[in-house]
């Protein structure tokens, strides 16, 4: 699997109208409400968590977490994150920011090199994958809420299972991914 770039350049209009805006949407509502009757079933297995804002400017704490213990799991809740590594059924991930650009709206950013602040978890069978790029091979469609900047499309496991990269809400809850939303950075 690819390693994420430590930033995405970013110029899209539909990112430049949530930033501007200043709008922080809760993720699972938004989700449930824009990919259809079936994810929200799916969606109402686990709680709803607070989420982050999508372009929020500071690495979330996990003040519970012991990094020196290896790496393992986040406690339940929403992490801003990409994840980094699949190997079989375990997804590594890690926290990202946003970092206002000089001459873009800006990219996202992951903890420096040297810190430590990466977990792994399984990731449930019935995860909830929504995509912001579509479900497809070419990831040329752009499935998002244009109020928000979250995909809206509701894609299989395996598609997830092929990507990674990408800046999302990643909803872990009892030890396994059970939601990744995707965050529109072109």
């Known amino acids: 699997m690819n390693t994420p770039k430590r930033g995405f350049l970013v110029a899209g209009a539909a990112v430049a109208v ?19 009757a079936s994810s929200v079933s799916a969606a109402a297995a686990f709680p709803k968590f607070k989420a982050p804002k999508p372009f929020g400017t500071s690495f979330q704490a996990d003040p519970k977490h012991d990094f020196t213990k290896g790496i393992h799991s986040r406690h339940d809740g929403v992490l801003r994150g990409w994840i980094t590594e699949i190997r079989g059924d375990v997804a590594e991930y890690e926290p990202i920011k946003w970092k206002k650009g000089t001459e873009t709206e800006g990219y996202f950013v992951a903890p420096p090199e040297g810190d430590v602040m990466a977990y792994a978890s399984p990731v449930a069978k019935d995860v909830v994958y929504l995509s912001a790029f579509g479900c497809g091979k070419s990831e040329g469609d752009m499935t998002v809420n244009r109020k928000t900047g979250l995909g809206n499309k509701r894609c299989s496991r395996s598609v997830l299972m092929k990507r990674d990269g ?21």
């Not at 809400?169 to 939303?181: N, P, W």
């Open 166 to 186: 990408k800046a999302a809400l990643i909803t872990v809850y009892k030890g396994k991914i059970v939601q990744v939303q995707e965050i529109y950075t072109p």
């Open 18 to 36: 949530v930033l501007s805006s200043g709008v922080a949407a809760h993720a699972a509502p938004a989700a449930a409400g824009a990919a259809g």
